[in-house]
């Protein structure tokens, strides 16, 4: 331990000798997708944002041409930010240079440092259809492969076992990518999981999951034209909406959902898409997109008859299909899915209609239980709803109103204000129904299902200095029925404060605080409505990064928190951890270590983003006591043809002899795991 304080005051003095340098632009966007991703609460795919943002790096936005639609793709642009550019190229005319970014409205020193490497300054040129020659001879081909394995023997795998899973521990990924500019893009992605068999009886297809999909853009009238996998994203989300949406995090204005309409699908998630044919047409000032979607979804299927129907008792969602019971659930339930949006825009106005109606070919029947009284069962249902934004000065408002066909209702606006160039305010209200049902759906919320919960959000983010960002957010709600492991209506409150402070270009620090107040059941016990004890969880983070040399770059991480519960002992955490990424000079290697020391109780545990290999992520668990490192290397072997990386990570534990449980329990202190990928640029 005091070796590690020695070190990490070490590192924290360093700055004291920071060169000028360009940020790592790869890890510019690893790092704005920790900052977006913090306050999920369930494990979320970022590979369809990874993927927006390297192509804005690899394609930047000429800021002479660029539409909202463009700019929202550069997620950590707020709604001010994109309206001052958009207001510079009508009163201006055009950009000259790069650094006339310090005359648009809302854009800190620190904003420009970030966009930076995903904008430039081009002529305009007038933009003409492709031929299929010019795709085929100009388009991009890319190839990932790739596996990863836990490295001890979970019992799951092992022949004294009288449990087994149906494969080897290993998981397989591939995926083909075609790319030709914004216009085409097509591929397909294959994925085997840990434990699922693998070109057996069992799964003559080899892989479990396949997904393909065919995307083409600004093809006459046609806005997009989809064929194969894709998403469905309109509105806020109280309709519809999958993968990466804006919630609470640090970036205190950026709650708006960013309207994305029907595009291509190629994430490794195994339910949360549509299958099909969809398309956007633009006319003038509309736009109405059309959608169909047939595929087969896993459920639990109860094989007794309940009123002569054969019914599901849940839809899984996990994409694990290892064992008997889960290869019962594979695609057990057909699932057809319809719909459409029709888009209105004018100046500053924006207003749009949607419906989405979703069909499945067994009923769900949940178990009767107190607090899921409310949640939906049947094999359809259909969602409603009309959305708007319009800006008006330093205003922008923007909001959603939805039903279920079961009668409820689902209601979010929100306003955001510039009352200053230093100060800018965020004010959002959401009402979700017990009885709203939508099963695509992910609005604003403390919980990750758009339903029965009513709250208020308030955020302001200041500017106090030059080198200064303070950011605060309170966000009260409640829920007006039972949730899982909370036997009666509740309420919680969540606080949030940060101070960004930039030393440089090349040194950025910040200070945080956030405390979160909800309920829950006295004990785990508990099947009928009963007393509820308060919880509190509090934590405090210091974190640094600084460039050392040109090739040389640290982080430092020090988080504690404490967790108390009304009828329980108290609880406390702590994690810090030096990062190291460096880029040799003689060579086309990039190297990324960490070195973590924890010592949590669980309830006061802490998640730390970790640098991975491309399109992988890993935000782990830190519980317990003991030590998190890991090592990521990046080889490019032929420039623009041919890298690979290997990431090697290992937790060792101080405070147990088992880790884990079930069939996923490993003896020992020990749990690695090791990856390999290769990517292949044709």
Known sequence: MKKFFFILFISLISNAVVFAQEPKNNQLIENLIEELSESADAEIDFSILYEDLLFYLENPIDLNTATREDLEKLQFLNDFQIEGLLKYQRNIGVFHTIYELQLVQGFTKIDIFRILPFVTIHVKKQTTIPDVKRVLAHGGNTLFLRTQSVIEEPAG????????????????????????????????????????AFWVDSLPKGFDYYTAH?????????????????????????????????????????????HDGLRKYSSSDENMFLRGVGTTVRLKDFEFSVFGSYKNIDGNIDTTEYDDEVIA???????????FNTRQDRKSVSELIYGGNLTYRYNNLRVGATYFNYQFGIPLQKA???????????????????DYQYSWHNFYFFGEEAMSSSGGKAFLNSMLVSVAPQLSMALLHRHYDPDYYAYYAAGFGEKSKTNNETGMYIGAEIYPLRTWKVSAYYDTYSFPWMLFRTHAP?????????????????????????????FENQSDESTGVEDLASTRKQMFRYHISYGVSKNLTLKSRIEVAKYTKSNLPDETGFMMYQDVEYRTPALPLDISFRFAMFDSDYNARSYAYESDILYAFSVPSYSGRGVRSYLTVKYTIIDDFLDIWLRYGIFHYEDREVIGSGMDEVLGRNKSEAKIQIRMKL
């Open 368 to 386: 009767d239980r107190v607090y899921s009284y409310y949640d939906f069962r049947g094999d359809r249902n259909t969602n409603y709803s009309i």
């Open 490 to 518: 509740s309420n919680g409150v969540d606080y949030f404060a940060q101070a960004d402070y930039s030393l440089s270009r090349n040194v950025d620090m910040y200070f945080r605080y956030k405390t979160e107040t909800a």
């Open 157 to 196: 795998y092992s022949e004294l076992s009288e449990k087994r899973y149906d494969g080897n521990r290993m998981r397989y990924y591939a995926k083909y990518q075609f790319k030709y500019k914004k216009n085409v893009n097509a591929g397909f992605t294959m994925e085997k999981d840990p434990g699922e």
């Open 214 to 258: 065919v995307e083409l853009r600004n093809v006459g009238m046609f806005k997009t034209i989809n064929l194969g996998d894709y998403q469905a994203k309109f509105g806020q989300g109280l309709t519809t909406w999958t993968g990466y949406g804006s919630g609470k995090s640090s970036y205190i204005s950026d709650i708006r959902k960013k």
């Open 313 to 323: 008792t849940s839809y899984q969602t996990t994409g694990l299909h290892n064992t």
